[in-house]
């Protein structure tokens, strides 16, 4: 399942919470692990998902970009850092350092 063609269906199932990602504790469902296989190519169907109403959703959203996101991510995670929910603004900041890692790698 890891042609690109499959991320925005799969993320519109996070995005309607049918990807069972809502378990306290888990967040690594197989549809997410299927838009980390993907990888850069999801990357503007999870970043969608940021806008989500659910926290939960875009801490879902958070935790495959943290392992896919490239700059482009940067600015709308680095938004939810400041947000109310710690568990969001959390996940935000901890995938922006992963990507900015990763920039500085490559």
Known sequence: LDDPRAAEPLA???????SDQFSHFQRDTPVAEALIK????????????????NADTRVT??????????KKSLSAL??????PVKELS?????????????????
């Not at 993907?38 to 109403?53: C, H, S, T, W, Y």
């Not at 959203?61 to 490239?70: E, H, N």
């Not at 959390?90 to 990763?102: D, L, P």
């Open 12 to 18: 519109e199932l996070i995005a309607t919470g049918q």
């Open 38 to 53: 993907i990888g850069l190519p999801a990357e503007g169907a999870v970043l969608a998902l940021l806008k989500e109403k």
């Open 61 to 70: 959203a958070c935790g495959i970009l943290k392992q896919i996101g490239s």
């Open 78 to 83: 680095k938004e939810l850092t400041g947000n």
């Open 90 to 106: 959390e996940a935000a900041a901890e995938a922006a350092r992963s990507i900015q890692g990763r920039e500085k790698a490559s």
